[in-house]
């Protein structure tokens, strides 16, 4: 096995095919991704990769590559992309506390049904208090701010 140095990738025939600096300035390689299932991740330039031999010769397999942004607990999950610099760009991480932080640990996601409830009944609160002044009733509505793609428990 080699620790190389990802020089760029590409999608060929559905498959990820890495180029990578072997051993020196004139061994430069190509070799398929391994990764695991479901997941669909492209390295960036400069990672440093391994690089292993398979049973069949001359299919080699990039296994893995070395992560600098280790912040998972036990029993954690973290995925994440970075940027072309390899800075942090956004993450979902599973916590071991049953917390689901979607690319910020500072701001809270709203449960939509609790939040709609708490409006309505302030809505026919205020709906009240109007029609006693002889105001029209208000038309708020929420309903535009549900995120049907992302649900909770």
Partial sequence: MFITQVISNIVDKGFRKIKILVTGISDVRTAQQ????????????????????????????????????????????????????????????????????????????????GLASAFNTLKADLNQARAALSLPPSVADITSAKINEIKTI
């Fill in 34 to 113: 391994v990764t695991p299932f479901g997941i669909d991740s492209a390295p960036i330039k400069g990672m440093k990769a391994l690089y292993a031999p398979t049973n069949k010769n001359g299919k080699n397999i990039i296994i893995g590559y070395y992560n600098k942004s280790l912040l998972a607990d036990d029993g954690e999950t973290r995925i994440y992309s970075v940027n072309d610099d390899g800075s942090l760009s956004t993450f979902i991480w599973l916590k071991k506390d049953g917390a689901i932080h979607i690319g910020s640990s500072d701001n809270h996601m709203t449960q939509y049904e």
